[in-house]
Structure formats: structure tokens, C-alpha cells
Nanobody, 115 residues
Framework: VQLQASGGGLVEPGGSLRLSCAAS????????MGWFRQRPGKERELVAW????????NYADSVKGRFTISRDNAKNTMYLQMNSLKPEDTALYYC?????????WGRGTQVTVSS
């Protein structure tokens, strides 16, 4: 599975961005998906995810209430709507999808929150 992430950029604190992750194949083959981020000097962390392909969504405490994960099955695309962005949200954001026992990663997209 090839994943293409996009939508990062520079935004002021309090602003919004929407990240997209387009998959090269149908979501019918995917078991789970989510967004990770790696902040400067930190380990990669899970931000928001679908633990299965049902409707359940999970979020890290640090983004709960501000970020929303969604997907469009017809477009094979996953999204991360990020609102009320803070400087500490600055990171390289990665999308991830699991198919069977294999994990697939997109190239990171940089999000920088700064005035």
C-alpha cells in the first residue's frame, strides 16, 4: 500500500489545517489506520486513529477536542482536521495503515505552528 500525505504548512497559533492521506488501494483491504507525529527531539507518537474499520475513533489526550480524524472510503483517503493549533503541535505528521500483519507509512508532512 502506498500512502501519500499532504496538507501540512505554516499556521499561526489558533489556526487550522487539514491533512490528507491518499491510499493506493481500496480501504476494503485495510484493518486500521491513523495519524502519528514526531515532534522535534521526541519519539513518534500516535495522535488519532481508527482501531478498526468501524466507526470508533481514538485520540491522544493532547489533541482531544481539537483534532478530528475521518475518512472517505470512496476516495481511499483519510483526513486529520486540526483546529485550535498550538506551537506544541509542531511536528512531522505521518499517516499509517495496517493491512494484515503489515504496516504502511506515508512520507511525513510538516506542520509548523508559529506566529
Amino acid at each position: 500500500v502506498q500512502l501519500q500525505a499532504s496538507g501540512g504548512g505554516l499556521v499561526e497559533p489558533g489556526g487550522s489545517l487539514r491533512l490528507s492521506c491518499a491510499a493506493s488501494e481500496s480501504f476494503s483491504n485495510i484493518n486500521a489506520m491513523g495519524w502519528f507525529r514526531q515532534r522535534p527531539g521526541k519519539e513518534r507518537e500516535l495522535v488519532a486513529w481508527f482501531p478498526s474499520m468501524g466507526g470508533t475513533k481514538n485520540y491522544a489526550d493532547s489533541v482531544k477536542g481539537r483534532f478530528t480524524i475521518s475518512r472517505d472510503n470512496a476516495k481511499n483517503t483519510m483526513y486529520l482536521q486540526m483546529n485550535s493549533l498550538k506551537p506544541e503541535d509542531t511536528a512531522l505528521y505521518y499517516c499509517n495503515m495496517r493491512k494484515g500483519w503489515s504496516n504502511y507509512w506515508g512520507r511525513g508532512t510538516q506542520v509548523t505552528v508559529s506566529s
